[in-house]
C-alpha cells in the first residue's frame, strides 16, 4: 500500500516556464511533508518543506501548497532553468506520534526535464 | 562543516553473502537514518539510530542491522545477501527533532548483488 503517490513519472517544461509537481497521500496522520531534490549519482538534496499547520511556504523560486483535505501537496517552481532538472520525490512524515523518530515515506518521485 | 559521507560508493556482492556499509553523519547531527532505494522506486525506511540504539524500524527483515558509535557515525548490516537486496542505500544524518531543513543525506551505496 504505497501511502505517498507520485502519479507523474516525468515533466516536461520550457525554461522560464512554471513548473507543477504533485504529490498525494493516503494517511491521515502526516502531518509534516518534505521536497526533496536527487540528480544522478547523489544522494537527495532538500528542497523546501510545510507542517500541516500551513497551507503554503516559499523559499525563493520554490513554493509548495499543501491541501489535507484532499491530501494533496503541489511544488511550484517559477520560473523553471535547465538546472532544475532532476529527479523530484516528495516525502511525509508522521511527527506527533513519532517522537525523536520522524522516518520519512518517500513516494516514487517525478523526473522533471527543463528544455533551454 | 562536512556533510554525510558514504562508503564504498560501489559493491558487488555474492547471493547469501554479508556485507557493511558505512556512513559518517553531518557534523553536529546526532541521529542516523538508513534508506533502501531500488531501481525506480522511492528510498524506504530501514531503521533509525539516536544514542547509539535502534530508534524505528520499516519493513525490513532482522538479516538488516545496524549500529551507530559514540562520533554517530553508523554502519548497515546485512546478512545472506539476496538479489533483492540489489538497491542504492541512503544512509541520512540529522537532529533528533524535526527542524526545517530534513535529513541531510548521503550519495549513497550501490550494493550489486549476483
Known amino acids: 500500500d504505497q501511502q505517498v503517490k507520485q502519479n507523474s513519472p516525468s515533466l516536461s517544461v520550457q525554461e522560464g516556464r512554471i513548473s507543477i509537481l504533485n504529490c498525494d497521500y493516503t494517511?491521515?496522520?502526516?502531518?509534516?511533508f518534505l521536497w526533496y531534490k536527487k540528480y544522478p549519482a547523489e544522494g537527495p538534496t532538500f528542497l523546501i518543506s510545510?507542517?500541516?499547520?500551513?497551507d503554503k511556504n516559499e523559499d525563493g523560486r520554490f513554493t509548495v501548497f499543501l491541501n489535507k483535505s484532499a491530501k494533496h501537496l503541489s511544488l511550484h517552481i517559477v520560473p523553471s532553468q535547465p538546472g532544475d532538472s532532476a529527479v523530484y520525490f516528495c516525502?511525509?512524515?508522521?511527527?506527533?506520534?513519532?517522537?525523536?523518530?520522524?522516518?520519512?515515506?518517500f513516494g516514487k518521485g517525478t523526473l522533471l526535464t527543463v528544455n533551454p | 562543516e562536512t556533510g554525510v559521507t558514504q562508503s564504498p560508493t560501489h559493491l558487488i556482492k555474492t547471493r547469501g553473502q554479508q556485507v557493511t556499509l558505512r556512513c559518517s553523519s553531518q557534523?553536529?547531527?546526532?541521529?542516523v537514518s538508513w534508506y533502501q532505494q531500488a531501481l525506480g522506486q522511492g528510498p524506504q525506511f530501514i531503521f533509525q539510530?539516536?544514542?547509539?540504539?535502534?530508534?524505528g524500524r520499516g519493513n525490513f527483515p532482522p538479516r538488516f542491522s545496524g549500529l551507530q558509535f559514540p562520533n554517530y557515525s553508523s554502519e548497515l548490516n546485512v546478512n545472506a545477501l539476496e538479489l533483492d537486496d540489489s538497491a542504492l542505500y541512503l544512509c541520512?544524518?540529522?537532529?533528533?527533532?524535526?527542524?526545517?531543513?530534513?535529513?541531510?543525506f548521503g550519495s549513497g551505496t550501490r550494493l550489486t548483488v549476483v
Open positions: 510545510i507542517s500541516s499547520i500551513k
Open positions: 557534523s553536529g547531527h546526532n541521529t
Open positions: 541520512a544524518s540529522s537532529l533528533p527533532q524535526i527542524t526545517d531543513y530534513g535529513y541531510t
Open positions: 516525502a511525509a512524515s508522521d511527527v506527533r506520534s513519532g517522537g525523536s523518530n520522524y522516518k520519512l515515506t
Open positions: 494517511n491521515s496522520m502526516f502531518d509534516y
Open positions: 539510530y539516536y544514542r547509539e540504539e535502534e530508534n
